[in-house]
């Protein structure tokens, strides 16, 4: 079982950067295709940014493009998501979330495990 938490969450005004961390445990991480999906109130969860278990390959959704980054350089290491230039309709939950199976993939479903998120809020 892989256990994922997240953090670097908070409130930010527009323009501005944070970066957030996915820590993970109990099982071999490095094996792991990882990515970011939000979820805002009242809206259906979305895919961020994924990234393949050897970070040789990213995915990004189109409104995050040049603005995000996901990354990972080292087995043992959180997976980040750094984000700049924010906009109000960032704000949202920022879930992290591991897949056995797939590398870069955009399909929630496709994900095993989920950490319990953390809030990111841009103010304008």
């Known amino acids: 079982q892989l256990q994922l938490v997240e953090s670097g969450g908070g409130l930010v005004q527009a323009g501005g950067s944070l970066r957030l961390s996915c820590a993970a445990s109990?099982?071999?991480?490095?094996?792991?295709?990882m990515a970011w999906f939000r979820q805002a109130p009242g809206k259906e969860r979305e895919f961020v940014a994924a990234?393949?278990?050897?970070?040789?390959?990213?995915n990004y959704a189109d409104s995050v493009k040049d603005r995000f980054t996901i990354s990972r350089d080292n087995p043992k290491n959180p997976v980040y998501l750094q984000m700049s230039s924010l906009k109000p309709e960032d704000t949202a939950v920022y879930y992290c979330?591991?897949?056995?199976?797939?590398?870069?993939?955009?399909?929630?479903?496709?994900?095993?495990?989920w950490g319990q998120g953390t809030q990111v809020t841009v103010s304008s």
């Open positions: 979330a591991a897949s056995w199976l797939v590398n870069a993939a955009r399909a929630h479903y496709l994900y095993d495990y």
């Open positions: 109990g099982s071999t991480f490095s094996t792991y295709g």
């Open positions: 990234i393949s278990w050897n970070g040789a390959r990213t």
